[in-house]
């Protein structure tokens, strides 16, 4: 079974401090792996895939086989990174379809 | 130029009526999507369309009826609505494997 687990609802850090996002994945096959990003009142939208190894506003992520992880890291946090972050999971069933973890509430404060 | 929209953005309607939620890619996606986000915050697939073709039908109430009149446009026929109905419908679109999704702003339906 496909699973993307996201093990904290929600996170508090001040503002300049390591953040890390932590997501777990369950799939048999080869995972490719993304992180998407809710600002309030605003669409998701995407924020880094594994397989382009990119940085995007700070962010970073390593797909991680042998652990089944893919956590979101920055080393600075800062206010405009609060938002809701979703872990999803590209799985093949004709079309690709996202299997997306539950979410984690990032909250930076001042 | 949006790049995925949905109509409406908010919907309150009242239990038992039949409403649609329209939504429209202007990307030249081959592959759209709808998706549910529930109280919680959890997202869920609930169909896909790869050029007007039904591809993933997840585990919904055949109350939700999808439809695609071309590959730039998938929308959401709800009929006999209920309360568990309230919820964010998102829709999106992709290119091929590998990409993400493009997002709309999402439709906040609330029955009352």
């Known amino acids: 079974a496909q699973r993307v687990t996201q093990p904290e609802k929600l996170l508090s850090v001040f503002k300049g401090a390591p953040v890390e996002l932590k997501c777990n994945y369950s799939y048999s096959g080869s995972p490719e792996l993304f992180w998407y990003v809710q600002y309030s009142r605003q669409r998701l939208q995407l924020l880094l895939r594994?397989?382009s190894r990119e940085s995007i506003k700070g962010f970073t992520a390593d797909l991680n086989k042998g652990e089944t992880s893919f956590h979101l890291k920055k080393p600075f946090a800062q206010e405009e990174d609060s938002a809701m972050y979703y872990c999803a999971l590209s799985v093949d069933q004709g079309a690709q379809k996202l299997v997306f973890g539950q979410g984690t509430r990032l909250t930076i404060n001042p | 130029d949006t790049a995925v929209s949905q109509t409406p953005k908010y919907l309150v309607t009242q239990m038992g009526n039949d409403k649609s939620i329209k939504c429209e890619q202007n990307?030249?996606?081959?592959?759209m999507y709808w998706y549910k986000q529930d109280s919680k915050k959890f997202l869920k697939i609930m169909f896909s369309?790869?050029?007007?073709?039904?591809?993933i039908n997840e585990t919904v109430p055949n109350r939700f009826s999808p439809k695609s009149p071309d590959k730039a446009h998938l929308n959401l026929h709800i009929n006999s609505l209920e309360l568990g109905d309230s919820a964010v419908y998102f829709c999106?679109?992709?290119?091929?494997?590998?990409?993400?999704?493009?997002f709309g702003s999402g439709t906040r339906l609330t029955v009352v």
């Open positions: 990307l030249g996606h081959d592959t």
């Open positions: 369309y790869n050029n007007k073709e039904l591809i």
């Open positions: 999106a679109s992709s290119r091929d494997r590998g990409t993400g999704y493009t």
């Open positions: 594994h397989i």
